[in-house]
């Protein structure tokens, strides 16, 4: 039950930060938006820690992961993210986030040579194809142009970077490194970092922006990030890096929803498939093997009891 707790705060919050970060355009450098966002998390995960008095003293090659963990995962994948939607719509650009779920599958074998259940890759399989449905109609209109490649590369880049962000984490948490001490460390560190780059670029720290843009990002900074991350970081913990990233294919879905609700989005025969696929997918991905084999099992079983002697 705290698993499923976690997956669908989870789910829900990251897939409402694509309607948020719609308020963060136009006002603000990205990267200023990012350090403004990952400063806020910084401050309010070391007053909460700090309050609850946790151990926070850790070895120099702890803190080396801790800035990897920053780098990683709260700080360039964002970076690169944003940059590859300079070339590509946001439909391409979650279909190619969506690749993380077959990323993470592929580390976590690598990394941990952590053996992995065949209904993972049908599940993962499903899921993909799922997004692809449901962006099916910017798909067909994709042309794949030089600069369209270069922001595919560069969103499969970020995402590949998210994915080792993500074997971090589950690497601290072999460690015994708690969630919270984990991610107040590289939430630090990513604020650092970030301010560093927006004094090398041409950006300009700024606060002239409209009431809209302060409350996104607050709510960016709070739920998207730190109560976010630290349910997510859980499951990878709780559940494997394999099973939890399925998460990052069902926000779209909750996207398509919110979409639904307050853009007017008309539902076509490609959304009902893409939800479906989605779904499977994750029914497949989150249900015990043992669970699946009883379930054949007893159906054959009725079907044999069913045939007339």
Request: some cysteine; proline content about 3%.
């Amino acid at each position: 039950m705290k698993s499923a707790a976690l997956y669908i705060v989870t789910v829900l919050i990251w897939g409402s930060t694509w309607l948020a970060i719609e308020f963060q355009l136009g006002y603000v450098a990205v990267e200023v938006s990012l350090f403004y966002r990952f400063a806020i998390a910084a401050a309010l995960m070391w007053l909460f820690v700090l309050s609850k008095k946790l151990p926070m003293q850790y070895s120099g090659k702890d803190h080396g992961f801790f800035v990897l963990l920053a780098l990683c995962n709260f700080g360039l994948n964002y970076l690169v993210l944003y940059w590859a939607q300079n070339y590509l719509s946001s439909a391409m650009a979650s279909i190619a986030f969506s690749m993380l779920l077959l990323m993470n599958i592929i580390n976590t074998r690598l990394f941990f040579g952590k053996p992995i259940a065949k209904r993972i890759y049908v599940g993962a399989v499903l899921g993909v194809f799922g997004i692809a449905s449901l962006f099916w109609p910017q798909i067909k209109q994709f042309d794949l142009s030089n600069g369209a490649l270069v922001g595919l590369l560069l969103a499969l880049c970020g995402t590949f970077v998210a994915s080792l962000g993500n074997m971090v984490s589950v690497r601290n948490s072999q460690r015994e490194i708690g969630v919270l001490q984990g991610n107040a460390w590289g939430m630090l560190y990513s604020a650092v970092g970030l301010a560093a780059y927006v004094m090398l670029s041409d950006a300009e720290f700024t606060v002239s922006a409209p009431t809209s843009y302060w409350l996104s990002l607050f709510y960016l900074a709070i739920f998207g990030t730190v109560i976010a991350f630290a349910c997510y970081f859980a499951l990878l913990k709780n559940i494997g890096p394999e099973r939890a990233s399925y998460v990052i294919v069902l926000f779209p879905l909750v996207a398509v929803a919110l979409s639904t609700l307050f853009e007017d989005f008309t539902w076509q025969a490609n959304t009902f498939i893409g939800f479906s696929l989605v779904l499977m997918g994750n029914a497949i991905v989150l249900t015990p093997t043992q669970r699946i084999n009883a379930f054949f099992a007893a159906r054959a079983s009725q079907q044999k009891s069913a045939i007339p002697s």
